[in-house]
């Protein structure tokens, strides 16, 4: 609500021409928000900065909404926004979440997680899992259509060899119940048998070759097998995927194998087309502006030239597939930040192909590596990748040893279940907390830590105000009243780009969903406490529990996770002083009502963000 009035002002002092002029809204260390547009428009108006100020300052309408409005330096606008008019946001009732207009939402198509069938997932896995649940959530809570696509490895040539090897070992052996306990074991026993008869004309290489021929072919006995090895596979998944608290099922996998019958066809229309072409016994497509260091055009290969297929041309087919079938308005790609040059140029392609339009957006959200202490891709001792389900358990055990030691009075289940939720959750947060596309070091320590910006921080604060609530004896009475709005405050609600206190879009207040505080009673009786925002402490927290929905938004629009872990990292530090500052407890009569239903919003949104996040709130800690 504020940018537009001062977008309004700017066109009153200098012009309609310049209505679009981005205010340029910064903190403030002296009020509550900064406008700094001046300081760009100085020279394209011809004043000085502070002149270019006093003017939009002279024309800007911020009557009920702001107490002070002053300039400062060489030019900065310094707002203060009106006691009353945040306490009338903050109490405003607004039911469910800050929804986009209908006319916005979207349908994305997002890739994720992306297993190999017989292998293990390890903590390469893990980034691309969790980033990956964490947008369509926060998608799906702002209304767009999210279809999950787990892109498995579930076809190619190393399935001749799994299949050889199982048809050996028989259905009820031990070693076929590898492929759920222990995939990697049975992966490489495959291997082993492969690599051991690669001279022997009659051997398992040769034959694990014919299985390959046979499984394109579509050989009965062949195919059943390798869709049990899929289904055991599956199971694998699963149990990571239900360790995790990740929203992927069986219904959401897409594997390779789902586009193998289009791939022939897809080849001979880019090749009809002019687009392919044959380069060194392959057929390829050479996007523009893709070179190597010799600086000749770079091929995309489509077919090998010993006739197979490779991940160009599975791409090619599955990104068709998602616009024409899917009618996708996004495609996302949660996937390792090697793959980037791949991708860009099956993307590049398909928009030759006129397969990907310009009109869908298609964006390789890229995943960094987890390192180790050595500042290397972490892995085992032996130097294999770290198993993800080993590194899972460690997790939860480390939370266990802690759990039991401060919290002995807890019930055996209680403490299992605090310590998974703990666990698991300090290590989705530390993945989500910082850049998708950058590096991290993996530090059990540092992620369980009770301190600093980790899942168990925020977690605490969550469980620390359920006490407050409990201890007060209103906890039951604010869960009754239901799940909260998440509204967007100052701005239209949900409108793209707002941003809380310095809203984008025009429009009335958007309600922030104070159902806890303002709402009614659970049986429609007598309205909750409203919240009174008098001290400076309380401003604060009120203020930034005002930008949660624009915070949604970003992350929306910025493909960030870590925007939402900042926000709560910031909101539970802004609660611990606040309740440091304010007495809750000890205070009488309207301001403990007043403070407790301020304490109970918090929660709400703590538990929602980390929902979100997919990671759960202790109800002990």
């Not at 012009?15 to 406008?35: H, K, L, N």
């Amino acid at each position: 609500m504020v940018v537009p009035r001062v977008q309004a002002a700017i066109a009153s002092a200098f012009g309609e021409e310049y209505r679009g002029t981005d205010p340029v809204v910064r903190p403030s260390q002296f009020a509550d928000i900064q406008i700094n547009a001046a300081m760009a428009l100085a020279k394209k108006v011809g004043m000085p900065p502070r002149d270019a100020a006093a003017r939009i300052v002279e024309a800007l309408d911020l009557d009920g909404i702001c107490s002070a409005v002053e300039i400062s330096g060489p030019g900065f606008i310094n707002l203060t926004f009106d006691g009353t008019w945040i306490e009338e946001l903050l109490n405003a009732e607004s039911p469910g979440t800050p929804a986009l207009p209908a006319a916005e939402a979207q349908r994305v198509v997002v890739d994720y997680s992306s297993p190999n069938v017989a292998k293990e997932m390890h903590v390469g896995h893990l980034r691309t899992t969790v980033v990956g649940d964490s947008l369509v959530k926060v998608f799906e809570a702002l209304g767009d259509t999210v279809i999950r696509q787990n892109h498995i490895g579930d076809w190619g040539t190393p399935f001749g060899m799994l299949i050889e090897h199982w048809l050996e070992i028989g259905e009820d052996s031990p070693e076929a119940a590898l492929l759920v306990d222990d995939p990697s074991a049975f992966y490489q026993a495959a291997r082993a048998k492969f690599d051991a008869s690669a001279s022997d004309e009659d051997g398992f290489a040769t034959r694990a070759r014919l299985r390959v021929v046979a499984l394109q072919g579509g050989d009965a006995e062949t195919f059943a097998v390798w869709q049990r090895l899929v289904a055991q596979s599956k199971r694998y998944f699963n149990a990571i995927y239900s360790m995790l608290g990740i929203s992927l099922t069986d219904d959401h996998i897409a594997g390779e194998s789902s586009y193998d019958a289009h791939l022939a066809q897809l080849c001979h229309e880019l090749e009809e087309r002019g687009i392919a072409r044959i380069s060194d016994g392959a057929l390829c497509t050479f996007p523009a502006g893709f070179t190597g260091r010799d600086g000749e055009p770079m091929p995309l290969i489509i077919r090998k030239s010993d006739g197979g297929y490779g991940y160009g041309t599975t791409d090619l087919a599955t990104i068709r597939y998602r616009v024409r079938e899917l009618e996708a308005n996004r495609v996302l790609y949660v996937v390792g930040a090697p793959q980037n040059m791949h991708l860009r140029m099956v993307m590049a392609t398909a928009r030759d192909a006129g397969w990907l339009p310009e009109t869908v957006e298609a964006v390789h959200v890229q995943i960094g590596n987890v390192l180790g202490e050595d500042g290397k891709i972490l892995k085992s001792r032996s130097g294999a990748p770290v198993k993800l389900m080993a590194l899972l358990e460690e997790a939860v055990d480390r939370a266990r040893a802690v759990i039991d030691a401060s919290r002995p009075e807890l019930t055996e289940s209680e403490r299992a279940v605090t310590a998974r939720q703990v666990g698991i959750g300090a290590v989705k947060y530390a993945d989500l907390s910082v850049g998708h596309d950058t590096e991290y070091v993996f530090d059990f320590d540092r992620m369980l830590a009770l301190s600093g910006n980790t899942g168990p921080y925020v977690q605490y604060a969550a469980a620390r105000i359920r006490s407050i609530l409990r201890k007060a004896g209103v906890l039951e009475r604010y869960t009754a009243l239901g799940a909260a709005g998440t509204g967007v405050a100052f701005g239209d609600a949900g409108g793209p780009g707002t941003t809380g206190v310095t809203g984008i879009d025009g429009g009335t207040p958007a309600a922030t969903g104070v159902t806890e505080a303002a709402g009614t009673d659970s049986d429609g009786g007598t309205p909750a406490t409203p919240i009174a925002v008098v001290e400076p402490a309380e401003r604060a927290l009120a203020l930034h529990l005002l930008e949660y929905g624009a915070t949604l938004h970003k992350v929306r629009e910025a493909l960030e996770p870590h925007r939402l872990c900042t926000y709560l990292f910031e909101l539970a530090q802004l609660f611990t002083s606040f309740y440091d500052q304010c007495p809750v407890l000890k205070s009488e009569d309207s301001v403990r009502e007043s403070r407790l239903a301020l304490c109970a919003l918090v929660l709400r949104r703590l538990s929602e963000g980390l929902d979100l996040l997919g990671i759960e709130t202790p109800e002990n800690m």
